[in-house]
């Protein structure tokens, strides 16, 4: 894929995992125009979840999107989760994540937890495909268990992540390794406070060149 077709794949996932309201449903129809660029293994699923969007009733939708991604730990979207669960650990790996943004002159409102998954997206999308990209392979593992787990909850927005992961290389041998051991563990538990990174309240961000930027929502960790 190209630098430009990245840039749309990304921010059109991006755009579908935020909450869904009506700014979400009115860019239905650019981000549809857009995916149709798109290889097949990106575009196909990313035009499933556009059309399951613009043809369920949005209280349905906004319903379906809480259960999914407020009540289950395998679900949610904040990829440090994966890895460190509610531990000590995360609290200095999202500090990395803010300082990789820095170096790149990303600079989050302080109400943003900086490895929510469309805020990594957008990144990648927006300011620096390779440094955006790397970041998600950090945490390919996360990315992948959060992938099976919305397919094994037939959640409609598995579409978006087989639409991401199709952008990043096949899992190698360890990574599979670490996808099996997270299936079987989950989330490392130690109930800790991670200030100053509290509960994020996702807000609009400013408009991209050519998709707008998403409206996030935070989802329980």
């Given at each position: 894929?190209?630098?430009?077709?990245?840039?749309?794949?990304?921010?059109?996932?991006?755009?579908?995992?935020?909450?869904?309201?009506?700014?979400?449903?009115?860019?239905?129809?650019?981000?549809?125009?857009?995916?149709?660029?798109?290889?097949?293994?990106?575009?196909?699923?990313i035009?499933?979840?556009?059309?399951?969007?613009?043809?369920?009733?949005?209280?349905?939708?906004?319903?379906?999107?809480?259960?999914?991604?407020?009540?289950?730990?395998?679900?949610?979207?904040?990829?440090?989760?994966?890895?460190?669960?509610?531990?000590?650990?995360?609290?200095?790996?999202?500090?990395?994540?803010?300082?990789?943004?820095?170096?790149?002159?990303?600079?989050?409102?302080?109400?943003?937890?900086?490895?929510?998954?469309?805020?990594?997206?957008?990144?990648?999308?927006?300011?620096d495909?390779?440094?955006?990209?790397?970041?998600m392979?950090?945490?390919?593992?996360?990315?992948?268990?959060?992938?099976?787990?919305?397919?094994?909850?037939?959640?409609?927005?598995?579409?978006?992540?087989?639409?991401?992961?199709?952008?990043?290389?096949?899992?190698?041998?360890?990574?599979?390794d670490?996808?099996?051991?997270?299936?079987?563990?989950?989330?490392?538990?130690?109930?800790?406070?991670?200030?100053?990174?509290?509960q994020?309240?996702?807000?609009?961000?400013?408009?991209?060149?050519?998709?707008?930027?998403?409206?996030?929502?935070?989802?329980?960790?």
């Amino acid at each position: 894929m190209n630098r430009d077709q990245l840039t749309i794949a990304w921010q059109s996932a991006s755009l579908l995992l935020g909450y869904p309201d009506e700014t979400v449903l009115g860019q239905l129809d650019m981000i549809r125009s857009a995916s149709r660029a798109l290889p097949s293994a990106v575009g196909a699923p990313i035009l499933g979840v556009v059309h399951h969007l613009g043809t369920t009733p949005l209280t349905h939708l906004q319903a379906d999107y809480v259960e999914t991604f407020d009540t289950r730990r395998r679900c949610n979207l904040f990829l440090t989760y994966f890895a460190h669960g509610d531990t000590r650990k995360r609290g200095m790996a999202l500090l990395r994540f803010k300082q990789t943004y820095l170096r790149s002159g990303f600079l989050l409102d302080e109400s943003e937890l900086p490895d929510h998954l469309c805020v990594v997206l957008e990144f990648a999308a927006t300011i620096d495909q390779q440094v955006g990209r790397e970041l998600m392979l950090d945490h390919r593992a996360g990315l992948e268990l959060l992938r099976l787990s919305l397919r094994d909850a037939q959640s409609p927005w598995a579409g978006v992540l087989d639409a991401v992961t199709a952008t990043l290389p096949a899992l190698r041998g360890d990574q599979t390794d670490a996808v099996r051991r997270l299936a079987a563990a989950g989330p490392p538990e130690e109930e800790v406070g991670l200030a100053p990174f509290a509960q994020p309240q996702f807000s609009p961000s400013a408009s991209a060149a050519d998709l707008p930027m998403p409206t996030f929502r935070g989802a329980r960790a």
